[in-house]
């Protein structure tokens, strides 16, 4: 049921947005990364469109929607995902949250607790990810490309919106 807090949220900025992120990535809330599994996707999907769709209406205008998703998936998640992204004529996807993965010679003295792990360490699985969506997605949804940053200079939006580097 977690379609009706995100249609409540999208439901609330909607009028004051510039775009709206459905993030279903977050290593640090329980269960939100199953979301991300067919099984919930295709439904949950559907809800938010659904929502935006009598949103455009009300409001008369169109607030592009972003999906954004973790870096540590395989190639078939990555696969349905652009096909649910594309059916249910999402905007963008945003690739990539933070990863639950602790590569080896992370110096931190926190190195090896649970939860998201951002910046550098994550830099080549997110870039990945995005190399990967853009073979699904043929260039019909943007990819705003954000995992591994450490600095905010080398965001890149790969589509319709804008691209920097």
Known sequence: DAHYDY???L????SKAGYITVNISSPNTK???ELQNASYLDGFLHHIKQAQDKCVKVHKRKVPIALKVAPDLEESEIETISELV????FDAVI???TTIARPGGLKSKNAHEIGGLSGAPVRDAST?????FYRHLKGEVSIIGVGGEENGTNIIIIGNYLKVK
Do not use: D, G, K, M
Not at 11 to 14: A, D, T
Not at 86 to 89: E, F, K, N
């Open 31 to 33: 269960s939100l990364r």
């Open 86 to 89: 594309l059916s249910h004529r």
């Open 7 to 9: 249609v409540a949220a």
């Open 95 to 97: 690739a990539t949250n």
């Open 11 to 14: 439901q609330r900025v909607y």
């Open 128 to 132: 990945e990810v995005i190399a990967r």
